[in-house]
Nanobody, 114 residues
Framework: VQLQASGGGLVQPGGSLRLSCVAS????????MDWYRQVPGKQRELVAR???????NYADSVKGRFTISRDNARKTVYLRMSSLKPEDTAVYFC?????????WGQGTLVTVSS
C-alpha cells in the first residue's frame, strides 16, 4: 500500500490550496481516508475524514474552511483548504487503514504566511 500526497506550498493568509493523495494497493472505494496535520513539537491531529460512503467529518478548527472529497475512479482523496490562516501551517499527511494496518503518506508542507 502506498499513499502519495502532493499540493502543499506557500500561500498568503486568506488564500486557498488543494491537497491530493493518490492511493495504491487498496480497494480504494472501500476505505476511509483521513487527512492529518502536524506542527513541530505537537501531536499529529486529525483534520478531516471521509468514509467509503462519502460521510465527512472535520476538526472544529477547519469547519467551514476545508472540504474533503474523493474520486474513487482516480483512487484519490482531496483536501480543499480555503480562508487559510497562519495557524494552518503544518505538514499534512493522508492516512488509511487497510487489512488492520495504518498507512501514511509522506506528508506535504503547507505554509501560510505573508
Amino acid at each position: 500500500v502506498q499513499l502519495q500526497a502532493s499540493g502543499g506550498g506557500l500561500v498568503q493568509p486568506g488564500g486557498s490550496l488543494r491537497l491530493s493523495c493518490v492511493a495504491s494497493g487498496t480497494n480504494f472505494r472501500l476505505t476511509t481516508m483521513d487527512w492529518y496535520r502536524q506542527v513541530p513539537g505537537k501531536q499529529r491531529e486529525l483534520v478531516a475524514r471521509i468514509t467509503s460512503g462519502g460521510v465527512t467529518n472535520y476538526a472544529d478548527s477547519v469547519k467551514g474552511r476545508f472540504t474533503i472529497s474523493r474520486d474513487n475512479a482516480r483512487k484519490t482523496v482531496y483536501l480543499r483548504m480555503s480562508s487559510l490562516k497562519p495557524e494552518d501551517t503544518a505538514v499534512y499527511f493522508c492516512k488509511t487503514l487497510w487489512g488492520g494496518t495504518e498507512y501514511w503518506g509522506q506528508g506535504t508542507l503547507v505554509t501560510v504566511s505573508s
